[in-house]
């Protein structure tokens, strides 16, 4: 599924953007296990919050 909404949400977002959007998604799944123990949990919030801030930045 997570596969599936990265496409879809590039496929919505210019084509100059994919590279560097593309890198983000990576970035926000980085060290990020399929577990729901509270370190990953925030693990994933610091993650996210740097995802949204360098997507925001250009």
């Known amino acids: 599924m997570y596969a599936d909404l990265k496409a879809h949400i590039l496929s ?3 084509v100059d953007q994919h590279q560097r959007l593309s ?3 990576d970035r926000l799944m980085s060290d ?3 577990s729901l123990d509270s370190k990953n949990r925030d693990k994933f919030s610091q993650n996210l919050t740097t995802f949204r801030n ?5």
Do not use: D, G, V, Y
């Open 12 to 14: 919505t977002q210019p």
């Open 54 to 58: 360098e997507f925001r930045a250009k």
């Open 23 to 25: 890198s983000c998604f």
């Open 32 to 34: 990020i296990t399929r």
